[in-house]
C-alpha cells in the first residue's frame, strides 16, 4: 500500500510563486506514477501534472503549462509542484495521488491511492 502526504499550502498573492510536496511511502510491486491533482470551489477534480516512477513527466494540464513544474527525487519518494505566475484561478485544494502506470492523469484513470490535500489560495 502506498501512502501520501502533501503540503507547502497557503496564501499567495497574484503572479507569485509556491512549492508543494507530495511525501511518498509505502511498499507496492507496482512503479507507481505519481500526480497532482485539484478541485477548485464549485469545480471537479482535475488534473494538473504527473510524473513516472522512472522520472519522466508524462502529463502537464495546458492551464499551468509554462507556469507549473513537477519533479520528484530519490526515485519519486517526494515529488514536487514548483508553481509560478500564478493566478486566482489557480486557487483550489490540491492532493497528490498514486496513479497505476497503465491509468491516465488527464482523466483520472487509474487513481489507486489519494493523500489529504493541501489549500492553496491566490489573492487577487
Known amino acids: 500500500e502506498v501512502q501520501l502526504q502533501a503540503s507547502g499550502g497557503g496564501l499567495v498573492q497574484a503572479g507569485g510563486s509556491l512549492r508543494l510536496s507530495c511525501a511518498v511511502s509505502?511498499?507496492?510491486?507496482?512503479?507507481?506514477?505519481i500526480g497532482w491533482f485539484r478541485q477548485a470551489p464549485g469545480k471537479g477534480r482535475e488534473g494538473v501534472a504527473c510524473?513516472?516512477?522512472?522520472?519522466?513527466?508524462?502529463y502537464t494540464a495546458d492551464s499551468v503549462l509554462g507556469r507549473f513544474t513537477i519533479s520528484g527525487d530519490n526515485a519519486q519518494k517526494t515529488v514536487y509542484l514548483q508553481m509560478n505566475s500564478m493566478k486566482p484561478e489557480d486557487t483550489a485544494v490540491y492532493s497528490c495521488?498514486?496513479?497505476?502506470?497503465?491509468?491516465?492523469?488527464?482523466?483520472?484513470?487509474?487513481?489507486?491511492?489519494w493523500g489529504k490535500g493541501t489549500l492553496v489560495t491566490v489573492s487577487s
Open positions: 510524473i513516472s516512477a522512472s522520472g519522466s513527466i508524462t
Open positions: 495521488a498514486g496513479i497505476d502506470p497503465r491509468g491516465n492523469c488527464q482523466y483520472l484513470y487509474g487513481i489507486d491511492y
Open positions: 509505502g511498499y507496492t510491486a507496482v512503479d507507481y506514477t
